[in-house]
Nanobody, 120 residues
């Protein structure tokens, strides 16, 4: 199983970006999907996640600005980021909690980080 993230880049404060993360491989089912971020010199923090049933949870710092969604048919999780601030600058990492075909148990898979830079 591999996760491929896309959509990072450079944007001015107040702008928007949409991140996507698609899983591929021998997948039986996918449970939670979500995003973490890590700013320079800081720990990796949870940004948002979405459950199989569509319930979502957000870090307080992004509530009302970011929206996490999923496309189960495409094994993809998205992060729509609006009203971006310089403090949102970080490397964003996606994850998906996947049960592989024939595996029988869930494992967390991570995508390679994608850099988001917000200029003031």
């Amino acid at each position: 199983v591999q996760l491929q993230a896309s959509g990072g880049g450079l944007v001015q404060a107040g702008g928007s970006l949409r991140l996507s993360c698609a899983a591929s491989g021998s997948i039986f089912t996918i449970n939670d999907m979500g995003w973490y971020r890590q700013a320079p010199g800081k720990q990796r923090d949870l940004v948002a996640f979405i459950t199989t049933g569509g319930s979502t949870k957000y870090a307080d710092s992004v509530k009302g600005r970011f929206t996490v969604s999923r496309d189960n048919g495409k094994n993809t999780v998205h992060l729509q980021m609006n009203s971006l601030k310089p403090e949102d600058t970080a490397v964003y990492f996606c994850y998906q909690d996947i049960v592989v075909a024939g595996g029988g148990y869930e494992m967390r898979y991570w995508g390679k980080g994608t850099l988001v830079t917000v200029s003031s």
